[in-house]
């Protein structure tokens, strides 16, 4: 996307590590809709979802509240944390970065960008798709630098 | 930034809706470990399957009773554990209670201080695996390096019942010199 406007947004009251952690990717067109909806969720959710992401940069290990496809060449990169609300099945969908591969090549950053509702098990592959291009958009990578810097 | 507060210090409500998220974890991953599904589950606690699922999901209202009542569904055991992490003003949220759980199974399980006891007299020839460090400086280590000092001593020996070890086992805490 030419001028596109990619900005990466901190999620506030997660503790500094020097091992993971966790951001939102937007964009000036609003079609990254993660950090918004994460925004908006009612109290309990998004104590959940912060719970997990806590227990993600903790270096826990929970497929039922978040994982990746690492055996999946197509969505190596890509992540997901997962909860559910009223019935619903949420999805937070994102990539896995190693930002700082001079200064602290152990350090992970999963950027989340997208937020979808499944309705069965399958996993509709658009996100996982959308998320290794964005990995791969200089502008996105130029947007984790300037908060990363290494 | 780094000066942030954790998002549990924000309100009790948030404090302890992280709490009972580690214990839907423990019990979560339990009944993984068991094979217990949640039909088997609410039949075990005399509950609907809808209303597991809804604790199990919206966890923030648990009470510890029934946080007993679904630990002893899935055969375990809970203890409520008082820390001191240095982090005063809570930059880094709770410890994880699986952290806990893991230096516990590491030293043996010890139901009581005479087995701590007799652990302790092992240091001399014992080099174990240390946890990661914490941005403290603070560890809460599996095992110790003989020339580390305990900073907490303070511990009265008293024997544990066998409904619960004592909370103070795990608030011990030593320090690299």
Same mark, same amino acid.
């Given at each position: 996307?030419?001028?596109?406007?990619?900005?990466?947004?901190?999620?506030?009251? *997660?503790?500094?590590?020097?091992?993971? $952690?966790?951001?939102?990717?937007?964009?000036?067109?609003?079609?990254?809709?993660?950090?918004?909806? +994460?925004?908006?969720?009612?109290?309990?959710?998004?104590?959940?979802?912060?719970?997990?992401?806590?227990?993600?940069?903790?270096?826990?290990?929970?497929?039922?509240? +978040?994982?990746?496809?690492?055996?999946?060449?197509?969505?190596?990169?890509?992540?997901? +944390?997962?909860?559910?609300?009223?019935?619903? !099945?949420?999805?937070?969908?994102?990539?896995?970065?190693?930002?700082?591969?001079?200064?602290?090549?152990?350090?992970?950053?999963?950027?989340?960008?997208?937020?979808?509702?499944?309705?069965?098990?399958?996993? $509709?592959? /658009?996100?996982?798709? *959308?998320?290794? =291009?964005?990995?791969?958009?200089?502008? %996105?990578?130029?947007?984790?630098?300037?908060?990363?810097?290494? | 930034?780094?000066?942030?507060?954790?998002?549990?210090? &924000?309100?009790?409500?948030?404090?302890?809706?992280?709490?009972?998220?580690?214990?839907?974890?423990?019990?979560?991953?339990?009944?993984? %470990?068991?094979?217990?599904?949640?039909?088997?589950?609410?039949?075990?606690?005399?509950? /609907?399957?809808?209303? %597991?699922?809804? %604790?199990?999901?919206?966890? #923030?209202?648990?009470?510890?009773?029934?946080?007993?009542?679904?630990?002893?569904?899935?055969?375990?055991?809970?203890?409520?554990?008082?820390?001191? $992490?240095?982090?005063?003003?809570?930059?880094?949220?709770?410890?994880?209670?699986?952290?806990?759980?893991?230096?516990?199974?590491?030293? #043996?399980?010890?139901?009581? +201080?005479?087995?701590?006891?007799?652990?302790?007299?092992?240091?001399?020839?014992?080099?174990?695996?240390?946890?990661?460090?914490?941005?403290?400086? &603070?560890? !809460? *280590?599996?095992?110790?390096?003989?020339?580390?000092?305990?900073?907490? =001593?303070?511990?009265?020996?008293?024997?544990?019942?066998?409904? /619960?070890?004592?909370? =103070?086992?795990?608030?011990?805490?030593?320090?690299?010199?």
């Amino acid at each position: 996307m030419k001028g596109a406007q990619y900005s990466i947004a901190l999620v506030d009251g *997660l503790a500094p590590s020097d091992y993971r $952690d966790v951001v939102f990717l937007t964009h000036d067109d609003g079609n990254l809709d993660a950090a918004n909806v +994460f925004d908006c969720l009612e109290d309990n959710p998004r104590r959940t979802v912060l719970a997990r992401f806590d227990y993600w940069k903790a270096g826990g290990m929970q497929d039922r509240y +978040f994982h990746g496809w690492p055996s999946d060449r197509r969505f190596k990169n890509c992540f997901t +944390f997962k909860w559910n609300h009223r019935r619903t !099945m949420h999805r937070f969908y994102g990539f896995l970065c190693h930002p700082k591969q001079n200064t602290r090549p152990r350090f992970q950053l999963c950027v989340l960008h997208s937020h979808a509702t499944k309705h069965d098990w399958n996993t $509709d592959t /658009s996100f996982l798709t *959308l998320a290794e =291009s964005l990995k791969a958009t200089p502008t %996105v990578l130029g947007a984790i630098k300037n908060l990363f810097p290494d | 930034m780094e000066n942030q507060t954790h998002w549990t210090e &924000r309100s009790k409500a948030d404090f302890q809706h992280r709490l009972v998220a580690d214990f839907v974890n423990f019990i979560e991953t339990t009944m993984e %470990v068991e094979n217990i599904n949640q039909a088997m589950l609410a039949a075990r606690l005399r509950v /609907s399957e809808g209303r %597991v699922s809804q %604790v199990l999901n919206n966890p #923030g209202n648990l009470t510890l009773k029934k946080m007993i009542e679904y630990a002893r569904a899935v055969g375990r055991k809970i203890s409520i554990v008082g820390y001191d $992490d240095g982090d005063i003003a809570n930059t880094q949220g709770p410890i994880h209670a699986d952290i806990f759980g893991k230096c516990w199974e590491r030293l #043996g399980k010890p139901n009581d +201080f005479f087995a701590l006891d007799g652990f302790d007299q092992q240091l001399g020839s014992a080099t174990l695996p240390q946890f990661n460090r914490f941005d403290g400086g &603070r560890l !809460m *280590l599996v095992g110790l390096e003989p020339e580390l000092k305990s900073d907490n =001593s303070a511990q009265s020996k008293r024997a544990a019942t066998d409904a /619960s070890l004592d909370a =103070s086992f795990f608030e011990q805490e030593y320090r690299y010199g």
